[in-house]
């Protein structure tokens, strides 16, 4: 069995984390293939991804399977979705997530693995956190309420890579990133985030030329979103250099509210209908920034692509797929 831990490499070349056997959970997916191709272009030669077909991470011995030989595991594999899909779906949205992370990392101490990277959620911050989102807050409060269980099953992550480190010198980092946007998103109106459902929508309102698109809650919630390949970027600076016990936030350390963004995502579409809200529907937690201070300074990682140029990539991504002329594209509700 390996032992022990890895020095961080200076320069972040081939550094701690891209040396051997590599497991990224969630690889094939939205993030997860671009954290792939990233390590793949840093050095990593060996990369594996499960496939859920084949592995079910809830399930303990899936997980012994996954990590066994690997010398870093980047878990990025998780159950969600968007408001609507939380308020559905809370209870399978706690355990999944906790027995995926909990199991998966247990099994990678089992097996020796010698660097863990866990992928937690913006959304693990309380309600109510003062502008900008410091780690130190983390614990100053409960969750926003639609978001609470799967934020809690996230954040159990830091407790369980904090207590390994102390009883078992087990080198676990916990990473927390704002919500993501970019190409090959997700965007099924069942379970998609705000940018892809607004999307969507705002572009489906445009096929069909309706005057009017029906948006939840009053557009007064702000959000701060990061473009995926800086988020993989982030995740990749991590496994290679970043050695710590503490939470580290990865954004962009900008926010925007709903209602410009929808402004600003009509513009780029050429929507010039109403935008009508619904406020019988919930915001959400009221803000979010980040402080992202702890990254630049712990492994070197700022955000670079402009917030306007990657919402451009994200709509023109979307206007080339099929399912964008479907004539019911934008018929379910937005959520986020």
């Known amino acids: 069995m390996k032992t022990g831990t890895r020095k961080s490499s200076p320069n972040g070349s081939h550094g701690a984390g891209l040396s051997g056997r590599v497991v990224v959970t969630g690889g094939g997916g939205f993030l997860g293939t671009q954290v792939v191709d990233w390590l793949r272009r840093r050095g990593a030669g ?44 809370p209870g399978s949205l706690f355990f999944d997530n906790l027995m995926m992370g909990a199991q998966l990392m247990e099994e990678a101490r089992l097996q020796g693995v010698t660097k863990f990277v866990a992928v937690g959620t913006v959304c693990a911050y309380p309600k109510f956190t003062p502008v900008p989102f410091h780690e130190d807050d983390l614990w100053n409060g409960y969750p926003e309420e639609t978001n609470a269980p799967y934020g809690l099953a996230k954040k159990m992550l830091l407790v ?77 600076l991590a496994t290679e250099r970043f ?29 010039e209908g109403q935008i009508r809200w619904d406020p019988t529907k919930p915001n959400g937690q009221p803000r979010r920034r980040l402080d992202v201070s702890r990254a630049e300074s712990a492994f070197g990682f700022k955000a670079r692509t402009d917030f306007e140029t990657g919402l451009r990539r994200t709509i023109e991504w979307w206007i080339a797929q099929p399912a964008a002329l479907d004539p019911l594209a934008g018929a379910a509700p937005t959520t986020r």
Request: glycine share 10%; aromatic share 10%.
């Open 46 to 89: 060996d990369i594996f991804v499960p496939r859920s077909d084949r592995f079910d991470l809830v399930d303990r011995e899936s997980c012994r399977q996954v990590v066994e030989g690997a010398d870093t595991v980047i878990h990025l594999a998780a159950k969600v979705g968007g408001i609507g899909f939380n308020r559905e779906n």
């Open 243 to 271: 050695e710590g016990s503490e939470p580290v936030n990865i954004g962009a350390g900008r926010e925007i509210t709903i209602k410009d963004l929808v402004h600003t995502i009509s513009d780029l579409i050429g929507f």
């Open 160 to 236: 369980q890579a904090q207590a390994y480190r102390q009883q078992y010198g087990f080198n676990a980092i916990y990473l927390l990133p704002v919500n993501l946007y970019g190409p090959g998103d997700n965007f099924d109106p069942r379970s998609s985030h705000v940018i892809p459902a607004l999307i969507r929508k705002i572009f489906a309102a445009k096929q069909n030329n309706d005057d009017q698109v029906e948006v939840w809650g009053d557009g007064s919630a702000s959000r701060e979103f990061l473009y995926v390949d800086d988020a993989a970027e982030a995740i990749g």
